[in-house]
């Protein structure tokens, strides 16, 4: 049990377009999921934090304008980054919690985003 | 207010030797305290979690790790080490009673050697 899934696991686009990732609970229902950033040799970073039908609350420093986030259903969120540049490049792990789970996030195997 | 402190970036031991990854820990509240490992270009599996029970809490894979309040440390540990438990390992806390966000130490490399 409490497996995520995140698709696609690796992209690249060009500068200037926007990339979708999603984030699926494929075994319980997700009452919050956490959107991370991981750069190369670093610790995690947590941008996002959403609730099903909730807009999602941003950490200090991350644009919500260019980091969208929608948790449309309970095993389902995506994270849009617009008008992607280099710079975005990274590694965006999602989390799912559910509430029979209590404190333990469950993470997705994370989506490897190049722009060129 | 909570952080969390890996206190070794990396860490080499032969294979049948015994691994300790340290931790310590701030927290102004009773802490949920987590150990993730991380594959190379993997997602994050949870090993072990202390949520108020237990103080020597068993995960996965033979880690186990002890909260020791009076230390503010968990530190992990395993008995042997294999060559399959080389990756990157996170001691984790979470931010308030209910842990709805969690805080990452930096992260410690276990390299382990034939």
């Known amino acids: 049990g409490a497996v995520v899934s995140q698709h696609p696991s690796r992209v690249i686009c060009k500068s200037g377009t926007s990339v979708k990732i999603e984030c699926r609970s494929l075994?319980?229902?997700?009452?919050?999921m956490f959107w991370y950033r991981q750069f190369p040799k670093k610790s995690l970073m947590l941008m996002a934090t959403?609730?099903?039908?909730?807009?999602?609350?941003?950490e200090q420093g991350v644009e919500k304008d260019k980091f969208l986030i929608n948790h449309a259903s309970l095993t389902l969120s995506t994270l849009t980054v617009t008008s992607a540049h280099p710079e975005d490049s990274s590694f965006y792990i999602c989390?799912?919690?559910?509430?029979?789970?209590?404190?333990?996030?469950?993470f997705g195997p994370g989506t490897r985003l190049l722009v060129l | 207010a909570q952080s969390v402190t890996q206190l070794d970036s990396h860490v080499s031991v032969s294979e049948g030797t015994p691994v300790l990854l340290r931790c310590n820990y701030s927290?102004?509240?009773?802490?949920?305290l987590f150990w993730y490992v991380q594959h190379p270009n993997k997602g994050l599996q949870l090993l072990l979690k202390?949520?108020?029970?237990?103080?020597l809490v068993k995960g996965i894979n033979g880690f186990e790790a002890e909260f020791k309040k009076s230390e503010t440390s968990f530190h992990l540990t395993k008995p042997s080490a294999h060559m399959s438990d080389a990756a990157e390992y996170f001691c984790?806390?979470?931010?308030?009673?209910?842990?709805?966000?969690?805080?990452f130490g930096k992260g410690t490399t276990l390299s382990v050697s034939s």
């Open positions: 202390y949520t108020s029970a237990a103080t």
């Open positions: 927290s102004s509240y009773s802490p949920s």
């Open positions: 075994d319980f229902q997700a009452t919050t």
């Open positions: 959403s609730n099903e039908g909730s807009k999602a609350t941003y």
């Open positions: 984790v806390v979470g931010t308030n009673q209910a842990g709805t966000a969690l805080i």
């Open positions: 989390s799912a919690r559910g509430p029979q789970y209590q404190e333990t996030q469950y």
